[in-house]
């Protein structure tokens, strides 16, 4: 529908108005992801004189998921309990509020559900009120810290008033008897709109209910898996390709018996990196991170550094298949390039000569200031030597602290890297027994 307006005849040079009331796709996108809508309209218009114009327009909108307090997909990715919000630099809890809408069980019984509304610019909702419903456990009761709601046939309402930015706390009481450890709770929204005199009410929305205290998942050191030829390489990739088009995903697939153990950075300091892992069909597990944020390489930039971790028959200039997409995922490029000047590599035990040493990590690597070196020794050693030296084999630091002497089991030592300049070193640890060896790098 089209409605021009106002008036019949109007000076098309001194401004007119349009409006068209269109219904568009949903949304294809997620909260990270956009879509592009594309369409044409054809205008036709006849101006006082009778003379006729007709044209096609197309048109291109990029489009975003906007936020909605009530959405249960967001940023975080919570795992495990929420940690309390604390008041400035006391030990203070204010309250285990999360970071999105959720609802959380303080025991069988009792719950909250947690309705935040974000602060975002594009959030014109404000709630007025919340429809909970919940058939086994039967829902008792709930309330706020000012109101008590009604609730009747395992379904209670309570009036709110929650804008953008805002956050309310709806306690919830349950009759869990058995008790049911996990289990779905239903809630409709009613809202307004800035701007709108219309309410509005959502559909019901299913949220999962967990009972805390049942244990915890576990994540630990697996001692008894050792890749082979381990070794880490580091990657730039430019965007040069003459379409003037901006990469938004790359695929690596290494040639012969070559696998990709890692690739990162996967985080800034300070941010958490997920994992997912991914059950195939032989019975095992490969584990991989998913996207968050745009992920955008324009035209002419570079992104550096890129490390890619690989084991197997690496041996010399291993080959990699790379294709890069276009946030539409054409096929934008394809090309090979050689894995080589390892900035990294790890050894075998076997490589040790039986001296039943072993330098099992070095954190971080490549560094630039402290790292903390983890080593193990299968039996007493008394003539030990823990030094760093140079590709030309020049001792450039001694590790003090171990006086000549290793007992049995796993050692942690930290050493001050700081005064090294960028390049590559080896770690080593010898005995009159063996040595261990493993690589150590520089980057400032």
């Known amino acids: 529908e089209a409605k021009w307006g106002p008036g019949e005849c109007i000076d098309w040079m001194k401004g007119a108005n349009l409006k068209l009331q269109m219904i568009f796709p949903p949304l294809s996108g997620s909260f990270k992801c956009r879509d592009t809508l594309m369409y044409s309209i054809r205008?036709?218009?006849?101006?006082?004189?009778?003379?006729?114009?007709?044209?096609?327009?197309?048109?291109?909108?990029?489009?975003?998921?906007?936020?909605?307090?009530?959405?249960?997909t967001s940023d975080v990715i919570h795992l495990g309990?929420?940690?309390?919000?604390?008041?400035?630099?006391?030990?203070?809890?204010?309250s285990e509020k999360p970071a999105q809408t959720s609802i959380l069980m303080n025991n069988a019984d009792d719950g909250d559900l947690w309705i935040i509304s974000p602060n975002e610019t594009e959030n014109d909702v404000t709630i007025t009120g919340v429809e909970v419903y919940s058939l086994n456990p039967a829902l008792l009761e709930l309330k706020t810290?000012?109101?008590?709601?009604?609730?009747?046939?395992?379904?209670?309402?309570?009036?709110?008033?929650?804008?953008?930015?805002?956050?309310?706390?709806?306690?919830?009481k349950f009759s869990n008897t058995l008790p049911i450890n996990n289990f779905p709770v239903l809630v409709r929204y009613s809202y307004k709109i800035d701007g709108?005199?219309?309410?509005?009410?959502?559909?019901?929305?299913?949220?999962?209910?967990?009972?805390?205290?049942?244990?915890?998942?576990?994540?630990?050191?697996?001692?008894?898996?050792?890749?082979?030829?381990?070794?880490?390489?580091?990657?730039?990739?430019?965007?040069?390709?003459?379409?003037n088009k901006d990469i938004t995903t790359i695929s690596l697939k290494p040639m012969g018996s070559v696998n990709i153990l890692a690739v990162g950075p996967v985080n800034s300091a300070g941010e958490s990196t997920y994992i997912m892992p991914r059950l195939l069909e032989d019975g095992s597990y490969i584990v991989n991170t998913p996207q968050y944020g745009v992920a955008d390489a324009a035209p002419a930039e570079t992104v550096k550094p890129i490390f890619i971790t690989v084991s197997g028959d690496v041996g010399n200039n291993a080959s990699v298949e790379f294709i890069t997409y276009d946030d539409n995922l054409n096929v934008i490029t394809t090309g090979t390039f050689?894995?080589?000047?390892?900035?990294?590599?790890?050894?075998?035990?076997?490589d040790y000569n039986g001296s039943g040493l072993d330098i099992q990590s070095i954190v971080p690597n490549p560094a630039n200031d402290m790292v903390t070196i983890t080593y193990s020794s299968d039996r007493d050693i008394r003539d030990a030597k823990f030094n760093v030296v140079d590709l030309l084999g020049r001792e450039v630091i001694t590790i003090e602290g171990i006086n000549s002497q290793i007992d049995k089991g796993i050692h942690i030592q930290t050493l001050n890297v700081s005064k090294l300049p960028s390049g590559v070193y080896y770690l080593r640890i010898q005995s009159s027994e063996g040595r261990a060896v493993k690589t150590l790098s520089i980057v400032k």
């Not at 709601?149 to 709806?170: C, D, H, M, W």
């Not at 805390?212 to 730039?236: A, Q, W």
């Not at 050689?338 to 076997?350: E, G």
Request: with cysteine; hydrophobic share 30%; aromatic share 12%.
């Open 43 to 72: 205008y036709s218009f006849t101006n006082c004189e009778c003379v006729t114009c007709d044209t096609v327009v197309q048109y291109k909108v990029v489009r975003y998921k906007k936020w909605l307090p009530w959405e249960t």
């Open 81 to 94: 309990n929420f940690k309390p919000a604390v008041k400035g630099k006391t030990n203070e809890v204010l």
């Open 145 to 172: 810290a000012t109101a008590t709601g009604q609730v009747q046939n395992n379904t209670g309402f309570i009036p709110l008033s929650v804008a953008r930015g805002a956050y309310e706390k709806v306690s919830l």
């Open 196 to 243: 709108e005199d219309e309410d509005f009410q959502t559909e019901q929305i299913e949220y999962e209910a967990f009972v805390r205290g049942l244990g915890d998942d576990m994540i630990g050191i697996d001692k008894t898996t050792k890749p082979e030829n381990v070794k880490t390489y580091s990657l730039y990739f430019t965007n040069a390709n003459g379409y």
């Open 338 to 350: 050689a894995l080589t000047d390892p900035i990294t590599s790890v050894n075998n035990r076997n």
